[in-house]
C-alpha cells in the first residue's frame, strides 16, 4: 500500500551525478514502488537540486531494516564527533 505521503525538507551537500558532483538543495524521503530495488516497496531517498533540472538527482531505495539502520548510523557518527564538527558554522 502507497501511503502518498513524502517528507521534503532543505539540505546542504553534495551529490554525485552522471555527470558529476553538484550542489544538493532538496531530500525528498517517501514509501513507494521502488523502481529498481527487488521488493515491492521501499523507503525511496531523493537526494537533488530542483534548479539544475532532473539530472541533478541521486535517488536510493532501502529496505526498511536498511533505512532505519541508516538513521542509527547517522546518529552514531555524528555522536562520535565532536559537536558542530560538519556543521556548515564550523566552515568544513
Known amino acids: ?3 502518498y505521503v ?3 525538507i ?3 551537500g553534495s551529490g554525485k551525478g552522471p555527470a558529476g558532483w553538484f550542489p544538493l ?3 525528498a524521503v517517501y514509501v513507494d ?3 529498481h530495488a527487488p521488493y515491492e516497496h521501499t ?3 531523493d537526494f537533488g537540486n530542483p534548479d539544475l533540472g532532473p539530472g541533478a538527482r541521486v ?3 532501502l529496505t526498511e531494516e536498511a533505512a532505519l539502520a541508516l538513521v542509527d548510523a547517522i546518529h552514531a ?3 562520535a564527533a565532536p559537536p558542530g564538527l560538519a556543521s556548515a558554522r564550523s566552515g568544513g
Request: glycine share 0%; hydrophobic share 45%.
Open 6 to 8: 513524502t517528507e521534503t
Open 10 to 12: 532543505a539540505v546542504d
Open 43 to 45: 523507503v525511496n531517498i
Open 25 to 27: 538543495r532538496r531530500a
Open 77 to 79: 557518527a555524528l555522536a
Open 59 to 61: 535517488a536510493v531505495e
Open 33 to 35: 514502488h521502488p523502481y
Open 1 to 3: 500500500m502507497c501511503t
